[in-house]
C-alpha cells in the first residue's frame, strides 16, 4: 500500500511569490492535515480538509489557504511568500471510517519550502 | 487552549541501554489521546506509540513503552534496548476534540555505539 506522497519535495521561491504544494492521501483515507515544520518553531497545524471540505484551521494567516479535490488529494497554497513561510511542510492523512478512535494520522516525506 | 512540553531538547544514549523522553501537556478535556512520532533524517514522520486517556494501562509497542501520569499531565517514552536505528526527532503529541495534533518541540535523540 503507497504511503501518502508530496510534491514537490523542495521548492525554491522568492518573496511575494505564491507557492503551491500538492498532497496524495493513503488510499482510501478521507482527511487530509497540513502542517509546518519550521526552525525553532516546531510543528504546527495548519488546515484540515475532510470529504472535500475546510474543517479546522490553525492560527495563520488567510494567504495561507488549501483545497480538498474529489479524489481526497489536497493542495495547500501559500500567496505573498515572507521569509518566514521557509519551513518544511508535512501532509498527513487519516481514515474517518476506521474503527480506530485515535486517528492515526501517517505522514509524507514533506516539501522543503525556501523563500528568498 | 492545548500544550505539549518536551523539556530536553536533546538526549544521548549508549547503544543496548534506556533512555527515557519526557513530556508533559496542559488540557482541560478529559477524553483525548497522546502520541510519540519518530522522524529519522529522512525526515518521514512515523508513529511509534499512542495512548489512550481513559486507558489506565501504560501503552507497549516491543521495545517502546510509555508511563502514562494522567492527573500529573505527565507521558514520557522509554526505549529499551537502544539501537542504532532510534536516533532520530522524537516528538510527543496530543489530540483532543479538535482532531488536529498539537506537538512538542521534539528531542533529537542520539545513539552512541
Known amino acids: 500500500e503507497a504511503g501518502v506522497t508530496q510534491s514537490p519535495t523542495h521548492l525554491i521561491k522568492t518573496r511575494g511569490q505564491q507557492a503551491t504544494l500538492r498532497c496524495s492521501p493513503i488510499s482510501g483515507h478521507t482527511s487530509v492535515y497540513w502542517y509546518q515544520q519550521a526552525l525553532g518553531l516546531g510543528l504546527q497545524f495548519l488546515l484540515w480538509y475532510d470529504e472535500g471540505e475546510e474543517r479546522n484551521r490553525g492560527n495563520f494567516p488567510p494567504r495561507f489557504s488549501g483545497r480538498q479535490f474529489p479524489n481526497y488529494s489536497s493542495e495547500l497554497n501559500v500567496n505573498a511568500l515572507e521569509l518566514e513561510d521557509s519551513a518544511l511542510y508535512l501532509c498527513?492523512?487519516?481514515?474517518?471510517?476506521?474503527?480506530?478512535?485515535?486517528?492515526?494520522?501517517?505522514f509524507g516525506p514533506g516539501t522543503r519550502l525556501t523563500v528568498l | 487552549a492545548q500544550t505539549v512540553t518536551q523539556s530536553q531538547p536533546e538526549m544521548s544514549v549508549q547503544e543496548a541501554e534506556t533512555v527515557t523522553l519526557s513530556c508533559t501537556y496542559d488540557t482541560s478535556e478529559s477524553d483525548y489521546y497522546l502520541f510519540w512520532y519518530k522522524q529519522p533524517p529522512s525526515r518521514q514522520m512515523i508513529l511509534v506509540i499512542r495512548?489512550?486517556?481513559?486507558?489506565?494501562q501504560n501503552a507497549t509497542e516491543n521495545r517502546f513503552s510509555v508511563n502514562f501520569q494522567k492527573a500529573a499531565k505527565s507521558f514520557s517514552l522509554k526505549i529499551s534496548d537502544s539501537q542504532l536505528g532510534d536516533a532520530a526527532m522524537y516528538f510527543c503529541a496530543y489530540k483532543g476534540g479538535s482532531e488536529k495534533l498539537v506537538f512538542g518541540k521534539g528531542t533529537k535523540l542520539t545513539v552512541n555505539p
Open positions: 495512548q489512550e486517556a481513559y486507558k489506565q
Open positions: 498527513a492523512s487519516s481514515d474517518k471510517r476506521t474503527s480506530d478512535p485515535s486517528g492515526e494520522q501517517f
